[in-house]
């Protein structure tokens, strides 16, 4: 059997330690994930819409689509509805899953059509605004009749909202996520 | 990727236009229009409640009494207690244009506002039996 050269090798481990890094720092975002998750339960935030939750958690979500990708954000995505359906219920993990695939589906979208010529602030926004339009979508299925189009304009501007803090505290994160050397 | 273009600002503009459009018609067009509170329990209609009386009420339907309903002066109808975990029915607050609509899902009690005499039949949704 051929032996790998010492390049070949240098290769695999750099590739090796960056899906560890990967795998690790998604962890680390379902963890900050859960945090927000309690923090937005405890807080006695007014309710936008039925069964619609203000996405501090989907966050973590849009950053693992920035930061590791596709594959680990809708990793993310899953785990997220699953610890919802663990600690609220189905309901709550069926809006949690269709919130954050939506996000990440606009997103995606949008990155791949425009690339670098969106900015982070607008792609926020619209992962924002995709994660409460996905949930009213889901509460629309599942309790029929109870959600209509008055809801939107309360979910835009709480999209914006939420896009918008969303691209500034990114700002603070980008410098010490490159030090991870993920790229 | 840059954090934010100068061409962002028609952007964001747009959206916040598009919301108040939205909310300025939905106003306008169910401004002088009767408007009812429907409630529901476990998807079905239980109760239709006037809103214009001009009256402060509490109340409570006879197919969950853990949820106590409050009818307020001005015409809205919000949820005043709830022996649920999450108390998301109340903080949802007052209710008062035709569309708006709040729950209480592990009690399944919803409230929607609905014109008088009328089906919600102008939203977009569909009804699956």
């Known amino acids: 059997m051929k032996e790998n050269t010492f390049e070949q090798t240098e290769e695999i481990n750099m590739a090796v330690s960056k899906k560890i890094i990967r795998v690790v720092f998604t962890g680390l975002l379902f963890a900050a994930a859960i945090v927000l998750s309690i923090a937005e339960n405890s807080l006695q935030i007014p309710v936008l819409a039925p069964g619609v939750k203000l996405g501090l958690a989907n966050v973590m979500v849009m950053y693992a689509l920035f930061f590791l990708g596709k594959r680990y954000a809708l990793l993310l995505a899953a785990l997220k509805a699953v610890f919802a359906l663990i600690t609220r219920g189905a ?46 979508a889901a509460v629309s299925v599942i309790y029929t009749g109870l959600v209509a189009l008055v809801h939107l304009p309360v979910l835009l501007v709480a999209g914006v909202v939420t896009g918008a803090a969303t691209a500034v505290l990114l700002k603070f994160l980008i410098p010490a996520v490159n030090r991870l050397g993920l790229k | 990727m840059r954090f934010f273009k100068k061409s962002d600002i028609p952007v964001i503009a747009g ?17 002088d229009t009767p408007v009812v509170a429907a409630i529901y ?14 009256t402060e009420k509490e109340f409570r339907i006879k197919q969950q009494p853990d949820v106590v309903f409050k009818l307020h002066k001005d015409g809205s109808i919000s949820f005043l207690k709830s022996d649920c975990k999450d108390r998301l029915c109340i903080r949802s607050g007052r209710l008062k244009t035709v569309g708006q609509s709040a729950a209480c899902l592990p009690n399944k009690v919803s409230v929607k506002i609905i014109r008088k005499n009328k089906n919600a039949d102008h939203d977009l949704d569909i009804v699956i039996r």
């Open chain 1, 91 to 136: 309901v709550a993990g069926i809006l949690s899953l269709c919130g954050g695939l939506a996000s990440i589906l606009v997103m995606a979208l949008l990155l791949a059509f425009f690339g670098e010529r969106m900015s982070y602030l607008i792609v926020s926004i619209f992962g924002a605004i995709s994660h409460n339009l996905g949930q009213l």
């Open chain 2, 15 to 31: 959206i916040l236009l598009i919301s108040l459009a939205l909310w300025g018609w939905y106003r306008i067009s169910y401004l």
């Open chain 2, 41 to 54: 329990y476990d998807s079905e209609l239980v109760e239709v409640v006037e809103l214009n009386l001009n």
